[in-house]
């Protein structure tokens, strides 16, 4: 894994091109109306017969503040109490959830994303989180997975205190950013210093991960000025790095609608950004696991990774891929067995259905034999860059090469151009290839040619 990433700009620019990130396979695009609750029902009794463990994904979509480049679903408000009647709806989705499946069912991971959790106030988290305990069988051990996306403006010693606990394991904290210039650019005004502090705290309160997120390709970033944020940021030594391309589609996202589109670097700019961010973290003891995330050596991940047990989901990269996925919240996904499924998006839509007692669930999609296939091999793709055919054929019951024969000509060019090794055995990810793992992913997605590309953003 040492040479994990060769740089070569002829490639980049030839196959940088617009997809899905596969968080899912079929991506949530293909979700459709079809799918209901007694679908969801279907699939918890599944759940529950077969007692698989769970990962529980929670949605807080409140902030207190816009931040111009977000494309998350997000209530801004500064009226802290528009999160009660928020809160009771949830609770009662809870409850509803929890009663078609079994109290032996593990929590294994848990994660408050948003929006900002921490808008809520302290006794509304310790109330959500005792309701959470009451209804699932969340570990008290301290041996989950149970993570929280923090805001460094939202949040202080006696918030991180709380939150360990409550039993808070993990943190990732948005930056993005740390020239003064940038932060102005999109409304996120954050100091080092207040984004320290909450690492500190998370240090001495004794979470096992810290993760932190940046953006490239903000307006008036600059290669020399973002390399200045990463090298500050290696200095407060995340365990984990997860740096995204800033996506501008002003036409889907209102608040991307205020950036000044003519501040915004340009496509050379923006891959030298990515190249000496790579350069400065792996010069920094860090590893490229795939798809914009990097971590220590001795995390859960890189380890994984190196043992080939890493997978991917909705939450990201993960380590407990194996897990029931629950979806809880506004816009929240659920990944049960075979089914996926979405609550409303809507804020007022989904307190409205649980008020009638109803489950919110607004759309899904059921995975065929040809999905489940399809799912298992971009699986192995994006997370262990090599794919042996073998296993595929007898986890499927399929002859490999007869079956994607269609694609033998595009990873044949794919090969030709040293993004992959392939042989009658097996598709390895090339060194010079792992940064558009996407680009080879997107060869074996069958719903692709039918989807509008605009909707993505670019591999790069």
């Known amino acids: 894994m040492l040479d994990a990433i060769r740089w070569d700009t002829d490639l980049i620019r030839r196959y940088d091109l617009a997809g899905p990130r596969y968080t899912s396979y079929p991506t949530a695009v293909q979700f459709n109306s079809q799918v209901g609750t007694f679908d969801l029902f279907h699939a918890l009794r599944d759940s529950r017969k077969a007692l698989r463990p769970l990962s529980l994904y929670v949605h807080v979509p409140f902030c207190a503040n816009i931040c111009y480049y977000c494309a998350c679903n997000k209530v801004i408000t500064k009226d802290r109490g528009r999160a009660l009647p928020y809160l009771q709806r949830l609770e009662q989705e809870i409850q509803l ?10 929590v294994e991971q848990l994660h408050f994303g948003g929006g900002t959790p921490t808008f809520l106030s302290h006794d509304e988290l310790r109330q959500l989180m005792a309701h959470l305990r009451k209804h699932f069988n969340l570990l008290d051990d301290d041996s989950g997975d149970y993570g929280i996306e923090i805001d460094p403006r939202e949040a202080d010693w006696s918030t991180m205190g709380l939150l360990r606990e409550l039993g808070f394991n993990r943190v990732s904290i948005g930056l993005q950013d740390l020239d003064p210039a940038v932060q102005r650019a999109v409304n996120r005004l954050q100091s080092l210093e207040e984004t320290r502090a909450v690492i500190d705290a998370a240090r001495t309160l004794q979470f096992r991960s810290i993760n932190i997120d940046l953006i490239y390709g903000l307006p008036k970033q600059t290669p020399d ?12 030594q995340p365990d984990r790095l997860s740096v995204f391309n800033y996506a501008h589609l002003p036409e889907r996202f209102m608040p991307q609608r205020r950036i000044n589109g003519n501040e915004l670097p340009s496509p050379t700019q923006k891959l030298e950004m990515l190249q000496r961010t790579i350069e400065q973290l792996t010069a920094a003891g860090y ?6 995330h990097f971590a220590l ?8 990774q190196e043992e080939s047990t890493l997978q991917r989901n909705f939450q990201g990269y993960t380590t407990h891929g194996h897990c029931d996925l629950i979806g809880l919240g506004v816009s929240a996904i659920s990944q049960i067995g075979d089914l996926y499924c979405q609550n409303s998006s809507d804020l007022n839509q989904y307190q409205n259905t649980l008020a009638a007692a109803q489950l919110a669930t607004s759309r899904g999609l059921l995975c065929n034999a040809d999905d489940r296939l399809r799912r298992a091999v971009i699986q192995q793709l994006i997370c262990n860059f090599s794919l042996e055919f073998a296993a595929i054929e007898r986890a499927f019951n399929i002859d490999f090469q007869g079956y994607f024969g269609g694609l033998w000509p595009q990873l044949n060019g794919m090969a030709k151009d040293g993004l992959i090794e392939l042989d ?22 069958a719903y692709l040619e039918q989807q509008n590309r605009q909707r993505f953003s670019r591999v790069i």
């Open 287 to 292: 590893r490229y696991i795939g798809m914009d």
């Open 424 to 445: 009658r055995e097996r598709i390895n990810v090339l060194p010079a290839g792992r940064l558009l793992v996407r680009s080879v992913c997107m060869v074996f997605d």
């Open 225 to 236: 000025n973002f390399a200045r944020t990463v090298e500050e940021v290696i200095s407060l």
């Open 297 to 304: 050596p001795d995390d859960e991940l890189a380890i994984a």
């Open 97 to 106: 959830i929890a009663c078609h499946l079994d109290p032996a069912q593990k």
